[in-house]
């Protein structure tokens, strides 16, 4: 098919049949992944820039390597060492980028709709790698992705637990878009601190207390807890946001027999997620890095063709 | 006899029926009679104003004017250009300049600009600070800035956290002039230019929650009461800030109110898709709250309309939402979009006489008329049926900074006189 969008601002742009698509094309290159040699000429020539204006280790990584898998040339461009550093707008910094001719740039910024903004004045495809609280489209593809790769295409009936700062959240707010969209039952759980005043415009049953969240469920997110949360008044301390919130294995027991656990990391260790837990056998937080490569290099590969296959169509 | 000068002739006058002359000369009212078709005036120029509604020329108690400072965004000039085009006579300019209207070098600065620019209208009267530097730590030299023509004091863009502070500014401004206060409980809103709530939630916005402006309301409150000293709350955006009003104005409190169009007109909704345009401080509410604006308008709960008139240059809203400045471009057409309302029976000319040219007028003890002999001729012709489109060719302000911009009005000032000057005229097709 012609993928028929320009950018990937978030999931809520996503019909199911364009879900399906990615999640079919991801299943394609993962292969590409584990081979002994692991690179194909799909987007030789392409180039795509890595516009990451806050803080990255993941996603930049995961990014550059499914570009470079693909033979498409990667550009780092940080905010620190760069224009916005001294001062220039974002509006300025991205017509610059625009006039190097990229065929994508990837991009990541700490203002929500900031991906929505450069993708109004470029004419190459832009895919947000996280913008303020709003959206994480690609995290949460990925995420679905290897929840796909245990449950299969059943996903109705499924229940997955969404715990902690969901109020600053741009994962959280994507994967419920898409989770919900596919019939998914979504939990959120945190204290009320963390969550948004208006949890109704979420649409997701929401939890105070973390036992009654777990029961039955049949997947649990964790979020990473950025730790300035304490610092601005929102919690008393870590110590007490773990007595409350953090997932153990007594707790998790509450849950369905075969539950999974993720988290998009980086992890805290005993704040949101028990270590033992982090690392047993129902964790799917190392796969959901390796999804994410197939994912991304599936998401560069719709998004940089789009225009060839529409010509040829 | 005096011989009328300037004549508006066969025109319409919100609560008067039938046709009216109104005759002026030497920059005020003569009369104001039932119009005669035979009546001739050979010394005067006669206006034709069939079809216009007349108008008293309104003040707009609550302008952001950028000079000093920021002249890029707007200068006195291009300010008193975009009040004469609205059909203001008068404008109040909120005191945070840079440097900040502090001092009477900055005031007097102030008011050479408007009458080198603007000699014969309108009439500018500066806000003076109400802290040193807007800092929140000393009082400013009220007196003197009264002297040097302050009308009014306040903190606007930097409310003032300290109680006891703000209670000694309450306290020392009682006996010169009256203190505007900027409700906004700095700590709960911390800049944010949404409102917390559904929309905030989906766009991933730091909210700022009504109960953050409804906190300082208050505050206002009780100690004008506690003090028996006036207060004027500006720009009020939500139901919680009215109820508290309507309270407190049962009891007799000595509080007045102003709210500003963008809050009867428009909602949080508008800002969907990161609009910019639509940032505001405080921001934009929900409908419940716009609808008990209303209702608090037409009650006299809130005692005024005001602009809140915030210009800004393109590029200082051409970035992410959150890096964008707060404030909509308002002077231009703060009458021609309330007309919306007027023609849906929400509001009619009379309310926006009495909230947009006479009570702020009274509040703040400026001219304006009444149409009774001896009142200055201040008065503007509004044509109720003339479309146009906002654009940035039509604003006269150098911010272009509104939401309309692209949106059809119906309703446009084509003349705007000031102490019997015309300021503004737009011609008439086919007049």
């Known amino acids: ?313 | 006899m005096t011989l009328p000068d300037l004549v508006v002739a066969n025109v319409e006058v919100p609560g008067r029926d039938g046709f009216w002359t109104l005759c002026c000369a030497q920059g005020r009212v003569l009369e104001l009679v039932p119009h005669d078709p035979a009546a001739v005036f050979p010394e005067a120029r006669v206006i034709p104003g069939r079809g216009l509604l007349l108008m008293p020329a309104m003040t707009d108690a609550h302008t952001h004017l950028r000079e000093p400072g920021q002249e890029w965004k707007e200068d006195i000039a291009s300010g008193l250009s975009a009040a004469a085009g609205g059909g203001f006579s008068n404008i109040m300019c909120m005191a945070n300049t840079t440097p900040v209207n502090d001092n009477a070098s900055v005031t007097k600065l102030m008011l050479r600009r408007a009458a080198d620019s603007w000699p014969n209208g309108p009439r500018l009267f500066p806000v003076g600070a109400l802290t040193l530097g807007l800092a929140g730590k000393q009082l400013a030299p009220m007196e003197e800035l009264l002297a040097a023509g302050c009308v009014a004091f306040s903190n606007d863009g930097e409310p003032v956290a300290d109680t006891e502070l703000f209670r000694h500014a309450l306290e020392y401004a009682a006996d010169l002039a009256p203190v505007i206060d900027h409700c906004e409980d700095p700590y709960m809103a911390k800049g944010s230019g949404a409102n917390e709530g559904v929309m905030s939630a989906r766009l991933g916005l730091r909210g700022q929650p009504d109960v953050a402006e409804a906190l300082q309301v208050a505050r206002d409150i009780l100690l004008a009461e506690y003090l028996h000293a006036p207060v004027h709350l500006a720009h009020v955006s939500c139901r919680r800030a009215v109820e508290l009003i309507a309270d407190a104005k049962r009891r007799g409190a000595p509080v007045t109110a102003e709210t500003c169009p963008h809050y009867l007109l428009m909602t949080d909704a508008a800002l969907f898709g990161y609009d910019t345009m639509a940032k505001v401080n405080p921001p934009l509410r929900t409908d419940d709250d716009r609808l008990a604006l209303m209702q608090a308008l037409r009650e006299g709960v809130i005692d005024i309309l005001a602009t809140d008139h915030a210009p800004h240059a393109a590029h200082e809203k051409e970035t992410p939402f959150e890096d964008a400045k707060n404030g909509i471009t308002g002077l231009d057409t703060a009458l021609a979009s309330l007309w919306e309302l007027v023609r849906l029976g929400k509001l009619t000319a009379e309310d926006i006489a009495l909230r947009f040219a006479w009570r702020p007028a009274e509040i703040f003890k400026l001219p304006h008329c009444r149409f009774a002999t001896g009142d200055p001729a201040d008065f503007c012709l509004f044509d109720p049926e003339e479309s146009w489109v906002v654009t940035t060719e039509s604003l006269r302000s150098k911010g272009k900074n509104t939401p309309l911009l692209g949106q059809s009005l119906t309703g446009r000032v084509m003349l705007t006189v000031v102490g019997g000057h015309v300021v503004h005229e737009l011609a008439r097709p086919g007049a």
């Open chain 1, 1 to 313: 098919m012609n993928w028929p969008h320009k950018d990937l601002l978030d999931v809520s742009q996503l019909s199911r049949e364009d879900v399906d698509v990615v999640m079919r094309t991801a299943a394609s290159f993962r292969e590409i992944n584990s081979r002994p040699v692991k690179k194909v000429p799909t987007l030789k020539g392409k180039s795509v820039v890595l516009f990451f204006a806050e803080p990255s280790t993941r996603t930049k990584t995961s990014f550059d390597i499914a570009g470079k898998r693909l033979s498409a040339d990667t550009f780092g461009l940080a905010k620190s060492g760069s224009s916005l550093q001294k001062g220039e707008t974002l509006k300025d910094t991205v017509l610059t980028l625009q006039a190097m001719n990229p065929d994508a740039i990837v991009m990541r910024h700490s203002a929500s709709g900031a991906a929505d903004f450069v993708a109004r004045r470029v004419s190459c495809a832009v895919i947000n790698a996280g913008d303020g609280w709003h959206a994480h489209p690609t995290q949460a593809l990925l995420d679905l992705f290897t929840l796909r790769e245990v449950w299969g295409d059943e996903l109705v009936g499924k229940t997955v637990v969404i715990l902690g700062d969901i109020a600053h959240s741009r994962v959280a707010r994507s994967n419920i878009r898409l989770l919900t969209m596919l019939g998914v039952t979504v939990r959120l759980c945190a204290p009320r601190t963390l969550l948004p005043k208006d949890t109704q415009a979420l649409g997701a049953k929401v939890y105070y207390e973390l036992e009654p969240a777990l029961a039955g469920a049949d997947a649990v997110m964790c979020l990473r807890l950025q730790l300035e949360r304490q610092e601005a008044g929102l919690l008393p301390e870590l110590r007490e946001y773990a007595r409350r919130f953090c997932l153990t294995k007594d707790r998790l027991a509450l849950a369905a027999p075969e539950v999974k656990v993720m988290h998009p990391g980086p992890i805290n260790r005993g704040v949101e997620i028990a270590s033992d837990l982090a690392d047993a056998g129902n964790s799917l937080i190392l796969d959901q890095v390796a999804s994410g490569v197939a994912v991304r290099m599936a998401l560069l590969y719709l998004h940089i063709t789009r225009k060839e296959k529409g010509e040829t169509a």
